[in-house]
């Protein structure tokens, strides 16, 4: 959802090659940086370096999947997934993250042998040389991958650029490593060796759990979800809104449906007119599709007003109570729905007592009380 408003102005074709001329350039990138590692690391007898090759052939390795997942999500929506494919990027997320988590583990293991069984490095000035310089480019990379994953809302991007960043402070330390093993004879880069491994295990699971928490339906930033209430209550018409749901179905591809409370005296065509002027707004202003806007219906005169008022003191007297909406009197019955935070065991018995508490201050009443949940808002 953070990406949303960032990629709503480019097409989906301008979108999917901003990502892909990206990912290339990462490709010839990180398969240079491998291939120089590899070298210097085997000619020195260094370990670190050659797990930091390692890595770098693992990023481009990432970016050819970051490829495949762009072009896959792109897909137009068929009979059989309606809202199209864009949820494949969050799958090749998560089977990047898993590569990354893979190639940790075997480096884990590499640099435990290497503790056990160590070797003498060969240094040279020319090699050393060689890492400072990848660590600039690993810098630039990195910068550059976040900048285009915020541009076109790709969360893989964002997550390469992060990676690139971190293997930069890895190529930095490996440096370090070589310069301490020159100047006082201490070997520590199998033991670097091992921390870079458990960082490259950190990175590949942070991925895979930030992709699978997209995939379960994350809560989106309240931030933008209070943006999108403003939007909707910017029309003079709506009196509340309710009920902001979210529904994500990959990079730029989200879709909505909120109630919206309006005075009961309102007919057909004239709400039918309000909900397609919200619906155009939404979607222009923040990119949510919003597929439906349901109504509650306000009363309007004096006797409804104050019994709302008076259900609403009652049922926040609850400590997990978090709002009363979607009130109505017609008749002798009276309905309204109560959110209650999702750490109340039992909401439906929270929302029975408020309807008792209701129905013996006003005996005459028939009384629906109604569980709901905040499904939007954080606080």
């Not at 020159?182 to 199998?190: I, N, Q, S, T």
């Not at 379960?216 to 209550?233: K, S, Y």
């Not at 009130?327 to 009276?334: I, K, N, R, T």
């Amino acid at each position: 959802m953070e990406g949303v408003q960032n990629s709503q102005k480019l097409s989906g074709r301008e979108r999917q090659n901003l990502i892909v001329r990206t990912s290339m350039a990462g490709i010839a990138v990180n398969f240079a940086l491998a291939l120089l590692k590899a070298v210097i690391g085997l000619g020195t007898h260094s370990i670190a370096i050659v797990l930091d090759a390692v890595n770098n052939l693992t990023d481009a390795g990432s970016s050819v999947i970051t490829i495949l997942g762009t072009k896959l999500a792109a897909k137009k929506p068929d009979k059989e997934h309606p809202f199209g494919h864009g949820r494949i990027e969050y799958l090749s997320a998560m089977l990047l993250g898993s590569i990354i988590m893979a190639a940790g583990i075997s480096s884990l293991l590499e640099s435990a042998r290497k503790i056990r069984e160590p070797s003498e490095p060969a240094y040279t000035a020319l090699a050393l040389g060689i890492i400072a310089v990848c660590v600039l480019v690993k810098i630039f990379l990195g910068r550059h991958f976040m900048k285009m994953g915020e541009r076109t809302g790709s969360e893989t991007l964002s997550g390469s650029g992060k990676d690139a960043l971190t293997d930069a402070l890895i190529s930095a330390a490996t440096l370090a490593a070589a310069l301490i093993y020159l100047a006082a004879g201490v070997r520590a880069e199998a033991w670097l060796g091992l921390l870079i491994s458990l960082v490259i295990i950190r990175t590949g699971a942070h991925m895979v759990l930030n992709t699978f928490s997209e995939l379960v339906g994350r809560r989106v930033d309240t931030a933008i979800a209070r943006q999108v209430e403003e939007t909707v209550m910017s029309f003079p018409e709506v009196r509340g809104v309710y009920d902001l749901m979210f529904h994500d179905y990959g990079p730029g591809r989200i879709a909505g449906s909120v109630h919206i409370e309006v005075d009961d005296m309102m007919r057909a065509f004239e709400i039918s007119a309000l909900v397609r002027s919200i619906e155009e707004k939404v979607y222009e202003e923040h990119g949510v599709q919003l597929t439906a806007v349901g109504i509650y219906s306000m009363n309007s005169d004096e006797r409804a007003l104050q019994l709302r008022k008076e259900v609403t003191a009652i049922a926040m007297g609850y400590d997990h109570v978090l709002q009363v909406h979607g009130f109505y009197l017609m008749g002798d019955e009276v309905r309204f729905d109560v959110i209650v935070d999702f750490d109340t065991k039992d909401p439906e018995r929270v929302c029975e007592e408020i309807a008792e508490k209701v129905r013996e201050a006003h005996p005459e009443l028939k009384v629906r009380a109604f569980a709901d949940a905040d499904y939007s808002f954080s606080e």
